[in-house]
């Protein structure tokens, strides 16, 4: 708890209230929504692992309700996508102050990034040369 919460008397650990209102309608993820949530979460892990040393902050979300991109790094990613799992929904979260959309990708570039460095590391020997030499590159056609 700060000062902010305790001035104005609110914090989640003390009211039951804190939050949105509609969390306790929400029904549990069906089986096979709950898998989907598990492989998001673990198809995150390989985007940070992979694109973090490259400077990507995160993800860059399309959002419904306001019909903005929401920039949202990888860690507050990670905790919507558990609490997906534990409650059925995420919350509603504060957006980073001024991001730089450069420092985001989209999930479809994130997962294509990761398909294309399983493809290369497909195709690489052990020595570090590429695979055989009957191999075809696109920039052969």
């Given at each position: 708890m700060d000062a902010w919460d305790d001035a104005f008397g609110a914090s989640p650990d003390r009211d039951p209230d804190f939050g949105p209102d509609d969390r306790s309608g929400q029904p549990p993820l069906t089986m096979e929504e709950r898998a989907g949530v598990l492989d998001d979460l673990a198809e995150l892990e390989v985007f940070r692992t992979l694109l973090e040393p490259t400077g990507v902050k995160?993800?860059?979300?399309?959002?419904?309700?306001?019909?903005?991109?929401?920039?949202?790094?990888?860690?507050?990613?990670?905790?919507?996508?558990?609490?997906?799992?534990?409650?059925?929904?995420?919350?509603?979260?504060?957006?980073?102050?001024?991001?730089?959309?450069?420092?985001?990708?989209?999930?479809?570039?994130?997962?294509?990034?990761?398909?294309?460095?399983?493809?290369?590391a497909e195709h690489e020997e052990p020595s570090g040369r590429h695979g055989s030499a009957g191999g075809k590159h696109a920039r052969d056609d």
């Open positions: 995160g993800i860059v979300v399309d959002c419904p309700d306001c019909d903005e991109e929401h920039h949202v790094d990888w860690a507050l990613m990670q905790a919507n996508l558990r609490q997906l799992l534990d409650e059925g929904q995420t919350g509603r979260h504060e957006p980073p102050f001024d991001p730089d959309p450069d420092d985001y990708v989209s999930w479809d570039y994130a997962s294509g990034y990761a398909d294309g460095v399983a493809a290369l």
